[in-house]
């Protein structure tokens, strides 16, 4: 079972500010809810630790720098990676991962000034599994290197056409130069799903034993299901004793999924990506990980990472990469916690554990609850009403969220219509002459009063019923349900 998110501290949003790159927020507002104290130090539902999860103890390589350079759209000039390097150190990331010096000559002097710049996070970068570019990787003065193989049979095959032997002396030699300069190394196959497993756990236990730090699989083209991460990863849990660190592509939808699973099974590593950018439609994403696991462990979390930051850090990159950040995406999408049907709205107004999961505050976002919809129900109005400070009884709400709904039957509703019929309809109740709620065409105010009669003469049938239940002994429903049984 799943935690409720901690409401203990801060408040709601309620600045009014849309979430997203995107987010114009028609028909919404960010709303003061309710409190709940619910903190999940004391949460019977926590995920149960077993010696193996380090879901509670975890480290980032951040590769927007390297993995995110391969999205189809990411063409970083050296001031943009700057900036977006800051960022991540800002957020907190444990490592930053950049692109080979081998790359190109570019590529080598950013390596250069990246790591000139003194951030916090520890900087890495990524070349292939041969001495020249070792070489390369620790003259830039990288704190690491990651390197990598392909281990499939379709890579030694179709790419560098070395066998595991070949691969196995190499990567010894590498690891024992890099090692030899200070610097901490890595050692990764390339598509580890698809490569042998004896071949696979024969090269790690190798490298493994001439102290590597981490060893890493790499889930290259997104074929792998959790299930069989956690298999594989348990398995090399079981040969290693060096550090664990994986990389996952989105290709089937299981990114984020396999990087918890890898947790749960003893990895110690997780790559992301901002915003998921890499290969393809990329890696798992550095939001949409947090998002995983502030739900698993929200004091780990929020004490390592900086989340307000969060959004900034996606808005610098999706503005580099030019896109926008989806509708759906993790914790910033426009929609994250926007709730809209008015049996959502009225839980959520009275706590928001009801049908959230996250605590937007956590991460310096706001909550919405949408009132201008043929969805929204009365407690959503009178939320509203009392925020534009209009004294009505709850019959009087009722009216007038009759009204709201019967004119989103006729046309959409902007968060400035539903505002508008509130006060006029508030105005009307003691004015000697009635306003229209709405500047309304002929063909649209036949259409309303033809609107407003359906949902009157549904309310007063369900007000019927409501009191015929009251009035018998046994209420209806129940009635029914006792029949059915006897
Ligand atoms: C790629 C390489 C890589 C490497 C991952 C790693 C992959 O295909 O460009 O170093 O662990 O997905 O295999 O990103
Ligand atoms: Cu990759």
Redesign the pocket.
């Known amino acids: 079972m799943c935690p409720a998110p901690d409401e203990s501290n801060g408040t709601n949003g309620t600045n009014g500010v849309a979430n997203g790159a995107n987010g114009n927020h028609e028909g919404y507002r960010a709303f003061q809810t309710n409190q709940a104290s619910r903190p999940n130090s004391n949460n019977p539902y926590a995920p149960v630790g077993d010696f193996l999860s380090n879901v509670s103890k975890f480290q980032i390589i951040e590769s927007t720098l390297r ?1 995110g350079e ?1 999205f189809a759209n990411a063409f970083f000039d050296t001031e943009t990676k700057i900036k977006i390097a800051k960022a991540l150190d800002a957020f907190g990331v444990d490592y930053i991962e950049l692109t080979s010096p081998a790359a190109s000559e570019q590529s080598r002097l950013d390596c250069e000034a990246i790591c000139n710049l003194g951030l916090k996070s520890k900087i890495l970068t ?1 070349v292939r599994c041969n001495m020249n570019d070792a070489k390369l990787a620790v003259a830039t003065g990288v704190d690491g290197v ?1 390197v ?1 193989i392909g281990t499939s049979s379709h890579l030694m095959e179709h790419s560098h056409g070395k066998d595991i032997t070949y691969i196995k002396n190499t990567a010894i030699e590498v690891i024992e130069y890099v090692k030899s300069q200070g610097k901490e190394i890595r050692f ?1 196959s ?2 580890s799903f698809r490569s042998d497993l004896v071949d696979l756990l024969t090269i790690y236990s190798a490298v493994d034993k001439v102290g590597v730090h981490r060893v ?5 083209v997104g074929c792998a299901t959790p299930r069989q991460v956690y298999d594989l990863v348990r398995t090399l849990r079981g040969v290693v004793s060096c550090d664990i ?1 994986t ?1 996952f ?1 989105n290709d089937t939808g299981c990114a984020i999924a396999n990087a918890y699973c890898a947790l749960e099974a003893g990895a110690t590593h997780i ?1 992301t990506s901002v915003i998921g950018i ?2 393809r439609n990329g ?1 798992t994403p550095l939001g949409g990980l947090m998002a995983r696991m502030i739900v698993a462990d929200r004091d780990y979390v929020k004490s390592k990472y900086n989340l307000e930051k969060l959004k900034e850090l996606e808005d610098i990159v999706a503005e580099a990469v030019e896109i926008n950040i989806p509708f759906n995406n993790y914790i910033t999408g426009f929609c994250a916690f926007t709730h809209k049907a008015g049996i959502h709205a009225k839980a959520i107004l009275n706590n928001p554990s009801t049908y959230e999961i996250i605590n937007p505050t956590d991460f310096g976002m706001s909550r919405y609850v949408h009132f201008a919809s043929r969805l929204t129900g009365w407690n959503a109005i009178k939320s509203r009403a009392e925020q534009l400070g209009l004294e009505m009884t709850d019959e009087q709400i009722k009216a007038v969220t009759l009204k709201i709904k019967a004119m989103a039957d006729v046309r959409p509703l902007a968060i400035d219509d539903a505002d508008s019929i509130i006060r006029t309809y508030h105005h009307n109740l003691s004015a000697k002459q009635e306003k229209p709620l709405l500047e309304l065409s002929a063909e649209e105010k036949k259409k309303f009063v033809k609107a407003e009669q359906e949902l009157n003469a549904e309310s007063e049938k369900k007000d019927l019923e409501r009191k015929a239940d009251e009035q018998a002994d046994v209420p209806a429903a129940k009635k029914q349900k006792t029949e059915a049984v006897a």
């Open positions: 993995e391969q990524h990651d990598v990764s390339e598509d890493g699989i790499a889930d290259t660190e990389h592509h790559d890499g290969e890696i």
